[in-house]
């Protein structure tokens, strides 16, 4: 370990935890799409069709779950297991985000837990470390660039509920 891990503090992640879980997941997929979805190869995504992917933010009792779906990310409310859940502390997705911290020496410290389908596991886990991305690259999280995805995802979601 290369540095003390920051957690929540714990009466701050009960609070946190009582939130509502999907407008979180709707904000989390807008960040990965805008920085990750275009960069997805065709055999990546296809084999994420139809799974369910979880998120979990132990510090923070935050859940994200999502899918993937039309070319992009999408929020879901997985009321069962996932095909797959990645958990950590906020602190150590913060440092696997800025590549400050390896996947696999966070996995070998328990520090970081996959659990579920292996085999999309280890896809998830080779895709990221294979794609150059920006180290966190906060510009891609200003409003003027999450906002028009996040309105034309609120545009699709209200389509559906009108009646016709």
Do not use: Y
């Not at 979805?37 to 923070?60: F, N």
Request: proline residues 6%; without cysteine; aromatic residues 8%.
């Amino acid at each position: 370990m290369s540095e003390n891990t920051w957690l929540i503090p714990k009466p701050v992640g009960q609070v946190l935890g009582r939130l509502p879980g999907f407008p979180g997941s709707m904000l989390f997929v807008t960040a990965l799409n805008v920085a990750l979805a275009k960069q997805l190869s065709p055999d990546v995504t296809e084999m994420l069709v139809g799974k369910k992917l979880r998120l979990r933010v132990l510090d923070a009792q935050w859940t994200f779950d999502f899918a993937w779906r039309n070319r992009r990310f999408v929020a879901s409310q997985n009321a069962g297991t996932a095909d797959l859940t990645i958990s950590a502390s906020a602190h150590d997705f913060v440092r696997l985000a800025r590549r400050q911290e390896d996947p696999d020496t966070l996995f070998f410290n328990r520090r970081l837990t996959m659990e579920g389908d292996t085999e999309l596991g280890l896809l998830v886990k080779n895709t990221i470390d294979a794609i150059e991305l920006p180290v966190m690259n906060l510009e891609s999280f200003k409003p003027q660039h999450v906002l028009p995805q996040a309105r034309e995802h609120f545009k699709s979601l209200f389509a559906k509920l009108k009646p016709r």
